[in-house]
């Protein structure tokens, strides 16, 4: 940490800020509060950060995620977590399955599906977008939040084992 608490504003958002995808805003706002103890301090300061934000920022920081299973175009980082998934290997149904239970849960929540899919399968992400897209909007956009912040300790995990 004591590298970490060292960077200027700049350095800080350019090593922390993909951990919340395409959204540096977040580690902008949490460079404001260093020095961090911990890892687990700098996450928390991070989900406090997004907590507290505007409606719209919440928003935006959830539409910032790639629909899952699909063959957009991606950030690298999402790319290879859903690699690690099986996702870039779904046979020509499974595709087709991931392509109508995404556009069916867009058109219902407005935001993509998130799942942290580190220690996830095919099987495991298809059987929850099958049943998260019957939640109300509130429960799904709260879970959506839960999904970012584990992926976001996942990603800080990552930056922090190098």
Do not use: C
């Not at 301090?41 to 928003?59: G, P, Y």
């Amino acid at each position: 940490m004591e590298e970490v608490n060292q960077m200027n504003k700049e350095e800080f958002v350019l090593k922390i800020g993909w951990v919340f995808e395409h959204s540096p805003w977040v580690a902008a706002g949490a460079w404001e509060s260093m020095p961090f103890e911990s890892h687990e301090n700098l996450l928390q300061t991070m989900i406090d950060i997004v907590q507290r934000a505007e409606e719209s920022m919440k928003l935006a920081l959830l539409r910032a995620h790639p629909d899952l299973g699909t063959r957009l175009k991606m950030s690298e980082v999402s790319q290879k977590e859903q690699e690690g998934a099986g996702l870039d290997k779904l046979a020509k149904e499974e595709f087709e399955e991931f392509i109508s239970l995404n556009k069916k849960y867009v058109d219902k929540f407005q935001f993509p599906f998130i799942m942290a899919v580190k220690g996830q399968n095919k099987d495991t992400i298809l059987a929850a977008m099958k049943q998260r897209v019957h939640n109300t909007y509130g429960k799904e956009y709260n879970i959506a939040l839960r999904e970012v912040f584990k992926i976001a300790e996942f990603r800080l995990n990552d930056i922090f084992k190098e």
